[in-house]
């Protein structure tokens, strides 16, 4: 007798290392009920407050709006000096504020139906000790000469949001102190000095109102997690929640070529963020949210091929598989997590002009979805019950599926994620079964992504990486990046449905499943009518 393995869809099937096995994967109903939290879609990013100035940034947010609905958005350098928002009285010495451009960056997002997640940074020049900065667009890091004044500047901001919006609007944003101050490109003070500047920050925006939710410490690699709670908690500084960040080739930093590394190879990301919510349950704050502010799917096959600017990883095939499997293996152990970023419309390297840069856009310079892209928009299609599933032999490590039913419709989301530290490959195919009462007819699209088929950046390398591609070209583009559909009409015989699938590797595929619908009949079309009809439209000119 066969050993049946049954889990949950949601687990992922991270059971084995098999190469070239054909699943078959049994649909069956779950002891309990569970639908996919979606934290992924809680908040996007875009590079800086000031590309949201731009109408072809804001062109992208809206066609991604329609297809994602995202709650929030977080960018960096709401105090970008290029912004004018801090100024200093050459005669008084005193500071003053205009508020005019981010009152236009809050007011455009609002109008999409997104809240901000606010990031406090960067240093104004006329606030900093020092003149170290980063990215293109000259960000300063440096610690405030005078913590005091930060302290003015994040109460007036605040007041100012609360005087605009509403305190009941913007008690449902969130303020987050800094960007990655645990690394010296982005904070070039201490340790200390943040939780000075975070402490100044989180009591200026509680003297406004106590209902503001201000937390952080928004570092790289999870770290300071544990420390800004215990620092927060011994000292009674507020703290709402915490953030931090996260990418796949963190391991390669973290354990060069891997080695030492604790994980197998793929496991890392979703581990890590695993690991930090029994961080924080086992806390002197278990109640805090978790908010990863910063992911995306670049990844390293060895420490020497790390690369934060120039990553094929984000624009390629790979990004597909990487994205769906992890935003299911971690939905339920986070409140947030924001991919990095919506657009290619942003410059910390300074803007791209070639349609694929291997930035991080989620859509391309002329608004053309990625892979990555792709898998997000079939990720939004996984609402319902979660499924339970069953296999008669344990799923290839990085392979698996998800399924969910909402009402008449089976939803099945399938993934071959291919890792870039190993060489050898292999295709997953097999078939999923479901059960139905009787026989019957089920009607079924299936949505596949691959290369040319929903990844258009491998078209793009084919046509020999054009720099200004003609109009046609581009529309090739779009073409390409368009995943492929097909219509499946099965007739389910001895109350089994039986759906085939192969997965090359990178691969992502969808099927909806439902029972057909009826057509029109004449129990509720008057055919008299159609009989006047004919006749009236078929005479001759008077």
Known sequence: MKRVIFLLAIACFQLADGIGQSSVLRVQEPSEKQQL??????????????????ADLLKHMEYAQKIMGYRYCRFHAIFDDQLNVVNRDPKTGRLFFQWHETDQIYDALLKLGIRPFVELNPMPQVLASGTQTMFDYKMNVTPPKSYDEWGYLIESFTRHLVERYGLEEVRKWYFEVWNEPNLGAFWSGSQNDYWRL????????????AKLRVGGPASSKANWVKEIISYTSKNKIPLDFVSTHLYAQDEQVEFPD???SPYKVGDYF???????EKWVKAS????????????NSQSAASAEKITWG?????????AASFIVRNCIEVDKVCNTLTYW???????????????????????SIYGIPKASFNAFRLLRKMEGTIMKVGTDKPIPNG????????????????WNQNFVEVKEHTDWDGRVEIPTENDSILNAVNISIGIGKGSPWESWQQMGRPDNPTPTQIEYLWNQSEPAFSFIRQEVKKGIASFPFRLKPGEVQYFEIAAPGQAVNSKYVNPEEFVIWDKGMGERTK
């Open 284 to 295: 002197e704050r278990p109640d805090l949210e978790i908010h990863w502010t910063e992911w």
């Open 341 to 363: 970023v919506l657009s290619d419309i942003f410059d910390e390297g300074g803007i791209p002009h070639t349609p694929y840069s291997t930035r991080y856009g989620l859509l």
């Open 310 to 318: 120039d990553n094929i990883y984000v624009d390629n095939l790979y």
């Open 270 to 276: 979703s581990a890590t963020i695993k690991e930090v």
């Open 399 to 414: 392979k698996g599926l998800l399924v969910t039913r909402e009402l008449g419709l089976t939803k099945i989301l399938l």
């Open 37 to 54: 939290n979606m934290p992924w879609r809680n908040c996007i990013a875009v590079g800086r407050a000031q590309n949201l100035l731009r």
């Open 258 to 260: 891997r080695k030492g």
């Open 198 to 209: 975070y402490e100044s920050s989180a009591r200026a925006i509680k003297r406004v109102d």
